[in-house]
């Protein structure tokens, strides 16, 4: 069973995150609501998100303080944050949003179907990791067996190889389509880029599942 993606939504206004609910129920996530920078970190330390949505104009620590601790902790640091905003200060207010690791800065009132498009993408590409994860858990299972098996029981480990191979190929179906998508819509360069890192560390992982294979010669080290 699938679990499902968590989205934090962050915003010092009720109605505002009442609203955020609105648009992206659809998707049939997660969402995780905090009402401050401070809450946002504080929900960050225990769950695993797959996009924050972040208020910049907040009282205390605003957005762009919240997007530096966020970035700055090895946990969270590859999370994709997408800023909402309300004020429009011209370009170089945008670029402090970048500039502070935001992925998109999302002025209001904004297109509700263009943000919920945007955060599926996102999700899209945490599931896909947490397949990846997956596989590569099994994958260290299986070479873990490996060397504790006896010469004689070989049978078991390549049905779990075979079966691995499978589950690869299908993860590998669906991130060639999924990049194909972001190049055909031409999706935020974020997206697109995070889609090719998925894509490399498939192709990885195909190639150290092709070298635990009978008669493959590449045995351990091309998992290392």
């Not at 972040?54 to 999370?79: C, N, S, Y």
């Not at 179907?113 to 945007?118: G, I, P, S």
């Not at 075979?162 to 299908?170: F, G, K, V």
Request: aromatic fraction near 4%; include cysteine.
């Amino acid at each position: 069973m699938v679990q499902k993606a968590k989205i934090l939504l962050v915003d010092d206004r009720p109605e505002n995150l009442l609203a955020l609910e609105a648009i992206l129920s659809a998707l049939d996530q997660t969402l995780v609501r905090a009402s401050s920078g401070e809450e946002a970190l504080k929900a960050l330390l225990t769950d695993d998100f797959a996009v924050i949505l972040l208020d910049v104009q907040m009282p205390g620590m605003d957005g762009f303080e919240t997007a530096a601790h966020i970035k700055r902790r090895e946990r969270t640091r590859d999370i994709p944050i997408i800023f909402l905003t309300a004020i429009n200060h011209g370009p170089h207010h945008t670029f402090r949003g970048y500039a502070a690791g935001a992925v998109d800065y999302i002025s209001k009132p904004f297109d509700p179907w263009v943000l919920r498009a945007k955060v599926s993408v996102f999700v899209e590409l945490y599931m896909k990791n947490c397949q990846l994860r997956e596989q590569a858990a099994l994958l260290r299972l299986q070479l873990e067996g490996n060397g504790k098996a006896e010469a004689g029981a070989a049978k078991e480990p390549a049905g779990l190889l075979a079966e691995l191979s499978a589950r690869l190929a299908a993860v590998e179906e669906q991130a060639e389509a999924l990049s194909k998508q972001l190049g055909d819509e031409s999706t935020d360069a974020a997206a697109v880029a995070t889609a090719a890192h998925l894509e490399r560390k498939l192709t990885g992982l195909r190639r150290a599942l092709d070298a635990l294979e009978p008669g493959s010669s590449g045995g351990q080290a091309a998992v290392n």
